[in-house]
């Protein structure tokens, strides 16, 4: 036992409870195969431990579970001062608990720090040193390695320059709150690390030990005594024992003769037999305690589960922070309001209720809008996994795709034209990986593909039935519903995940209530800071100002917005708010980053102070920001504030601060009514737009109030100059200069004027102008008369949620809305997961990644050469004695493809050594470790050498095959017929050749050239035979907001569910000084879906290629609104 206690000590400290243990049983295994004598089992605690002294651990704060306890004996038993890994901050409160007043504490960052330790050495005073980073001060050595010596009689130990007298009472305490540090081999031999970090399984031993000495308390009570009396009885048998020891010691001559050691002997016995008797009964009350104690296991999993949810939301947004002493504060006053009952199961009930609930309730007012959702999805899945409900191959499948999936069993796709390729694949993987369930699900839409159709087509599949009562047939679990969405209706996820929620936790959890300043008022105390999390064109003042009012403190409301200077201003108004108990806000906490250590320390002498006054509130309001102090906002009360959603909404707040004397103060009255009600309606119009993500702007402009406010002031202004209204005027400041100062890509700026001439506008006049198609949006008819509450009503009649027609958009833009929300949440559950095996194969991590690799190292292309090229390939022209401009593109995009593929052999193989361990792990290569395991495409195979591509790994490696092979086509047939825009890195470059080639042909200076664009009638690039006549023929691009109709040769509108259709191929033709043909519409060609880039000195986002005049029955501005574009490649 002393062995394992030692190797425990030396060597166990920094891993998990459940790692410990499976050392642990190696460790006895090696014992016995030795033949060296020990028990059974092993627990540091039992042998190092003694139990009244862990009682009092416990008092003072260490929990009670045993990887706690464990941790405590290593930190006072250890040789080596403790070095503690302790985010959640348990380890750090024991100390300065057990230490009391005569600890110092300090962090590294202090100037003062080796003058403090000094003092600390030689007064034999504990010393804690917080916060600890990865390295430690040099000058920290001699400490560390305990280097005392002797120096005429008198202990002392070097310490920078000065030797100093050394107190054996001293000690030295070390914690840092990094959740994974990395230590260097010597920093580990000098201190003891332990490893404070809580498990799912030690914070459940915690919780249970909350709810039963809430609910059993005389059993908690029962199992101390025992402890209690079991200590006394061992310390009587132990004096006893010495006392025999010393008498045998001392005795002469015949000990029968000896009559005090005969006594002490029979003592001893009596003694013994009646501590072994309690011993038995305190191991069976024992037994009865610990089955009681059991019995609310549920509950504690119930918190432990949703603790481990709130503390991965950190990893969401830096400003959602919670620490284990709040939640564990929380859970037990959730405990005290559960409703109460004597039956335990009923019990167990509410208090599960309670907690989720309410606990759910108090995050989720700290949440933006759009992770509340994830938020409850998170929690709902967690639960179903905890209970086997979901298995990893189905998490895996919903998160990640199909992954390493066999395909070659698959059944044939019943319906090439309705399923896709990858839909099919989707859908074979759910009967693989639900083979309980989905056994034969792709027969079954086989057999009824007609009804599948049909349920994928209605507008509710995520709450109608499967075909044929499939769901119920299988006993499907909603979760393999809820793939089957993202096979076959991904715009329709969002809806199912919050369905699932729905089924699993109840409407509650998907209607998130809003907060009013009395609630927060409620859960805050004079110590807890009241945290307003903003976002853009959010401000709380207002609504603070109005609460103070009531509550009858506006008029001692100190208000200081932080910026450069205001820093002891505000540290004055906080101190004289504690006194008197009055409330301090500071205003933009982001705008003064060095402040914010001063913000923290504030904060925490707040909570140690007793000088504070119980009205006293501190309210604070910040943008998400990295740097905003952690402590602060885990102890405190957060709010998130955010302005409200939907057109509707947003033209609502527009007439808020709005009077009847500003609606009819102008000289023009009833035109100035009318543009100003068309102001607010595009000012709404463009915000909302943000939505649809590219669809609706290339970048995303944070458009404000202030953009108004200067519009409507300018407007004003030139209606009352005489003379009729200059539209072109209001149009060329408005678009270009207020709002168009933000705009930084030009195609936006080009849709932000097509959307503003739909109200700034002389239509607008006419009382039968309409802003949409069917009408619904519109200037009131008593427009020329009504007040101000007049409009507001009209407004509100408005739809809650309005649909694309009032934004010139296509019907398909809200599936593709609904599509990305989906993709968003499903993206941030994603980011937040551990490391896990994929697939149903049950393999680690580490063997699906090394599989991964060598199917991939395998199918690696060979690198690009010159040697078997076509003659006409490298072609040096006769009359330059250069090489064609397109050889000279080809031999630059060969070299980026070399480079790419070069870097893929390298890491590939890297990649498979670091796991075997023979090279190091770096940071690059752990990163892509983790991106092959969540089918993402690893950063280092895009920085540098990457093209932009927005695929999946499986998809992104397909394609970079299928790139490499045009090239070599090209190499080693010659000229290709048609080129594969989609396959270079720069195809702006490719343009730019074929027209230099045009140029030194026919002596044309190449700035005079640009292209004629002929489309062809047929976007399968097999068909063509030749040659075109003039130019090059381009495939490979696809349509977004728009398709192609082959009868009328010109763009038309998509069919309602047809995100993308493929593009004609065309005949790019060099033409000498072309003029635009306005009958015509210049169609942006981007590289990506996303569209936006860098701005490059063209003024042109680098995403973008070039604009192809198209043939067009419609006006091009009716395409501008669409957003329709053109796109080399899709997102998978």
């Avoid at 709380?540 to 100190?558: F, H, K």
């Avoid at 893929?904 to 983790?930: C, P, R, S, W, Y």
């Amino acid at each position: 036992g002393v062995f394992l206690s030692s190797a425990a000590i030396s060597y166990y400290g920094p891993f998990t409870g459940a790692y410990r243990n499976e050392i642990v049983d190696e460790w006895l295994k090696a014992v016995k195969d030795y033949g060296i004598p020990c028990g059974d089992t092993f627990d540091l605690r039992e042998v190092m431990g003694n139990p009244v002294e862990i009682r009092d651990w416990n008092l003072q704060g260490l929990p009670a579970d045993s990887v706690s306890i464990n941790n405590g004996v290593m930190t006072v038993r250890g040789k080596r001062w403790p070095l503690m890994i302790d985010p959640q901050g348990q380890g750090n409160k024991w100390i300065k608990k057990k230490e009391g007043t005569m600890l110092k504490a300090i962090k590294m960052s202090n100037p003062k720090m080796l003058l403090i330790l000094d003092g600390a050495i030689r007064t034999g005073s504990a010393l804690l040193l917080e916060d600890v980073e990865e390295l430690l001060d040099p000058a920290l050595d001699p400490v560390l390695l305990k280097a005392v010596y002797e120096n005429n009689g008198r202990l002392q130990i070097k310490l920078g320059d000065s030797e100093v007298d050394y107190d054996k009472n001293f000690k030295f305490y070390m914690t840092t709150k990094m959740p994974n540090p990395h230590y260097f081999p010597e920093i580990c031999i000098k201190v003891t690390i332990i490893n404070f970090t809580v498990t799912f399984d030690g914070l459940e031993e915690q919780l249970l030990n909350e709810v039963v000495s809430k609910e059993i308390p005389e059993s908690l009570a029962k199992k101390t005594e025992l402890m209690l009396q079991l200590a006394d009885d061992n310390k009587v048998l132990a004096s006893l024992e010495d006392k025999i020891l010393k008498l045998l010691s001392e005795s002469s001559g015949n000990i029968l003769d000896d009559e005090v050691l005969i006594n002490t002997l029979a003592e001893s016995k009596e003694t013994s037999k009646a501590v072994n008797i309690r011993v038995v009964q305190a191991k069976e009350a024992a037994v009865h305690i610990e089955a009681a104690c059991f019995e609310y296991t549920p509950v504690a999993t119930v918190g432990s589960t949703l603790y481990f949810v709130i503390a991965d939301l950190a990893n969401i947004n830096p400003m959602y922070q919670f620490s284990l002493p709040y939640f564990v504060r929380l859970f037990n006053t959730c405990m005290d309001i559960a409703e109460k009952s004597d039956e335990i199961d009923v019990r167990m009930q509410y208090l599960s209720d309670s907690i989720l609930s309410n606990i759910f309730l108090q995050v989720c007012r700290g949440l933006f809008e759009d992770d509340k959702l994830t938020f409850s999805f998170i929690i709902a899945t967690s639960f179903q996994k905890q209970y086997g409900e979901i298995n990893n191959a189905e998490w895996s499948l919903l998160l990640r795709g199909i992954g390493l999936l066999d395909l070659s069993e698959r059944p044939a796709n019943p319906d090439p034209e309705f399923f896709s390729e990858k839909m099919w694949d989707f859908v074979y993987a759910i009967q693989c990986y639900s083979k309980q369930h989905c056994a034969d699900l792709c027969e079954h839409i086989a057999n009824y593909i007609e009804d599948w159709k049909d349920w994928i087509g209605c507008d509710e599949p995520h709450k109608t039935n499967l075909p044929l009562n499939y769901d119920e047939q299988c006993e499907l679990h909603y979760f393999q519903v809820l793939l089957m969405l993202k096979a076959m209706a991904p715009d329709k996820l969002v809806l199912g995940i919050a369905e699932h929620v729905r089924r699993t936790m109840g409407s509650n959890f998907i209607i998130f209530p809003s907060t009013t300043m009395a609630d927060l008022w409620s859960s805050s105390t004079k110590t807890t800071p009241i945290v307003f999390v903003l976002s853009t064109g959010a401000d709380p003042t207002a609504m603070l100002l109005r609460y103070a009012s009531e509550m009858g403190m506006a008029d001692t409301l100190g208000v200081i917005s932080l910026g450069q200077g205001q820093g002891p201003k505000a540290v004055k108004m906080v101190h004289d708010g504690c006194k008197n108990g009055t409330w301090v806000l500071l205003q933009n906490c982001h705008l003064y980053k060095t402040w914010m250590p001063t913000l923290e320390k504030m904060c925490e002498d707040l909570e140690e102070s007793n000088m504070v006054h119980k009205d006293f509130r501190l309210w604070l309001t910040s943008m998400p920001a990295a740097y905003f102090p952690v402590p602060v906002l885990q102890n405190g009360v957060k709010l998130t504030i955010e302005p409200p959603k939907g057109l509707r909404a947003n033209i609502l707040r527009s007439f808020l601060p709005m009077t009847d004397h500003d609606l009819s103060d102008s000289s023009k009255e009833v035109e100035w009514r009318r543009i100003q009600f068309g102001l607010k309606f595009f000012h709404a119009i463009i915000q909302e737009r943000r939505k649809f993500g590219p669809l609706g702007w290339n970048i995303r402009y944070e458009f404000n109030d202030s953009d108004l406010e200067a519009s409507t002031t300018i407007t004003h202004n030139m209606l009352e100059l005489d003379g009729k209204i200059p539209w072109d005027t209001l149009l060329f400041v408005i678009g270009h200069i207020n709002y168009g100062g933000r705009v930084t890509d030009d195609k936006d700026r080009i849709c932000l004027l097509a959307i503003l001439e739909q109200y700034v506008t002389p239509k607008i006049l006419d009382a039968d102008y309409k802003f949409s198609v069917s009408g619904t949006y519109r200037c009131p008819a008593n427009c020329d008369t009504a007040t101000v509450e007049g409009f507001r009503e009209f407004v509100s009649t408005f739809p809650l949620s309005e649909q694309p027609e009032v934004f010139g958009m296509h019907e398909n833009a809200n599936i593709t809305f609904t599509s990305q929300e989906a993709e968003k949440v499903l993206g941030v559950v994603l980011s937040i997961q551990p490391r896990e095996g994929g697939g149903g194969s049950g393999k680690s991590p580490e063997e699906t990644v090394t599989e991964l690799c060598i199917k991939q190292e395998e199918r690696l292309p060979a690198l690009l050469t010159n040697e078997n090229a076509h003659p006409d390939s490298f072609k040096i022209m006769e009359d330059t004695g250069l090489m064609s401009s397109l050889g000279t593109c080809l031999t630059q995009e060969y070299g980026r493809f070399n480079a790419l593929l070069a870097r893929l052999g390298k890491t590939l193989k890297d990649l498979q050594k670091a796991i075997k361990g023979t090279i190091v792990m770096t940071g690059e290569l752990d990163d892509m470790f983790n991106a092959e395991m969540n089918n993402l495409v690893p950063d280092i195979w895009t920085k540098g050498v990457g093209y932009p591509s927005l695929k999946p790994l499986s998809s992104w490696f397909e394609d970079m095959i299928l790139r490499v092979e045009f090239f070599r086509d090209w190499i080693e047939k010659g000229l290709p017929i048609s080129y594969w825009i989609s396959s270079f890195y720069f195809p702006q470059g490719f343009n730019t050749s074929v027209l230099q080639g045009y140029s030194r042909k026919n002596m044309i200076p190449v700035d005079a050239l640009s292209f004629e664009f002929n489309v062809e009638d047929t976007d399968d690039p097999q068909e063509l035979e030749e040659y075109p006549e003039q130019g090059i023929y381009v495939h490979g691009l696809f349509m977004d907001g728009a398709a192609w109709d082959f009868q009328d040769m010109v763009i038309c509108d998509q069919e309602i569910g047809t995100m993308y259709v493929k593009f004609p191929v065309i005949n790019f033709v060099p033409w000498q000084n072309k003029k635009p043909n306005p009958e015509k519409w210049p169609a942006p060609l981007y590289k990506t879906s996303v569209r936006a880039g860098t701005l490059s000195t063209t003024g042109h986002s680098t995403n973008y290629v070039l604009s192809l005049e198209v043939d067009t029955n419609e006006p091009p501005h009716y395409w501008i609104l669409k957003g329709a574009a053109l796109l080399t490649m899709l997102n998978d």
